[in-house]
């Protein structure tokens, strides 16, 4: 009877100590692919200089896209952190055309100039009406980028105003992104 109960109780500390070591080894690996957003300062940098706006629409001009309430959806055929923001990505594309605004998609691969100003993907671009930048930078934080911890939900309507609404450089974002 007590080798029956000692078994059990053995049994359950292997168990117990087994998942533990799985959810170390999950949060270890998540915490691994946590990087910084602008890791090397490079985009802060540039926003401070107040060249960041009048460069950056002077390069997605020169490269043919309007700028009136568009959004540019900004990522990199081969980062592996996509298909974590996928959903929320789809999601903002859904509020921003219910608020008149123009999705672009851009793989910054094809356009290598645009990695000045995105130093890592994937990564939103924001102009309202008047062709303001309203906010660039990440869509969001943590190791899954949902809408729980997005940045860009609540500057949406925005996209469709001609108020000059606040500009906000997000270069503090941890999450999953891939350098460029």
């Known amino acids: 009877m007590k080798s029956g109960k000692a078994r059990s109780r053995w049994l359950i500390a292997v168990v117990v100590a087994w998942f533990g070591l799985v959810l170390l080894g999950i949060s270890y690996l998540l915490e ?3 990087v910084w957003f602008d890791e090397k300062g490079e985009l802060l940098e540039l926003s401070n200089s107040e060249k960041l706006e009048p460069q950056l629409l002077a390069e997605l001009t020169r490269l043919g896209y309007p700028l ?3 959004v540019f959806h900004v990522t ?4 592996s ?3 974590r923001s996928s959903g929320h990505m789809a999601s903002v594309k859904r509020k921003v055309a219910e608020y008149e605004g123009e999705n672009r998609l851009i793989d910054i691969d094809q ?4 990695k000045d100003f ?3 993907t994937p990564a939103i671009i924001m102009f309202n009406k008047s062709s303001k930048l309203i906010y660039i930078g990440p869509y969001a934080d943590g190791a899954f980028c949902t809408t729980d911890s997005s940045f ?3 500057l949406i309507p925005s996209v469709s105003g001609e108020s ?3 500009k906000w450089v997000n270069t503090v974002a941890k999450g999953c992104y891939c350098k460029v």
């Open 32 to 34: 691994q692919r946590l």
């Open 68 to 70: 009136i309430s568009s």
């Open 76 to 79: 990199s055929e081969d980062c």
């Open 81 to 83: 952190c996509n298909w």
């Open 111 to 114: 356009y290598p100039t645009l």
């Open 118 to 120: 995105v130093p890592a």
């Open 152 to 154: 860009v939900e609540e």
């Open 164 to 166: 000059a609404a606040p």
